[in-house]
């Protein structure tokens, strides 16, 4: 089997010149030489990427420490407006509790004002009436 293929590499062989041989490897040589230098130039511009790559990284670090600052912040002011807003709703209901005393106190005084109104009145034409 081994020299069966042998041989038909053998025959394959002679059927191309000396020259077709080496124009063919030459050929191939130059397609290898053009594919190696590309790939040497795509390597000599990765220094340049990972500088490019590391400069935005290290700014888009800055900016992540930035908006965590502004967030921590932020949540602070958050929380104390949110504080102040729930000492002012406490404050709202004492007032209105008050204004409710202030208007029932009101209701209170204008009744008694009018009962007074109506006692004096009544002592006065009482008194037109001896008078």
């Known amino acids: 089997m081994i020299t069966n293929e042998r041989n038909e590499l053998l025959e394959f062989l002679a059927l191309y010149k000396?020259?077709?041989l080496n124009n063919r490897l030459k050929s191939e040589l130059e397609?290898?030489?053009t594919q190696h230098k590309k790939e040497i130039s795509d390597v000599k511009k990765f220094p340049k990427e990972i500088c490019e790559a590391l400069y935005k990284c290290k700014?888009?670090?800055e900016k992540t420490n930035s908006y965590s600052t502004l967030y921590s912040q932020l949540l602070r002011e958050w929380t104390q407006l949110?504080?102040?807003v729930s000492m002012l709703k406490k404050n709202n209901r004492k007032l209105h509790g008050e204004q409710i005393l202030l208007?029932?106190?009101c209701e209170e005084a204008r009744r008694l004002s009018v009962e007074a109104h109506e006692k004096i009145y009544?002592?006065?034409t009482k008194q037109q009436q001896v008078g």
């Open 18 to 20: 000396n020259n077709e």
């Open 31 to 33: 397609m290898l030489k």
């Open 59 to 61: 700014e888009l670090s």
């Open 82 to 84: 949110k504080e102040k």
């Open 103 to 105: 208007q029932e106190s």
């Open 122 to 124: 009544d002592l006065w």
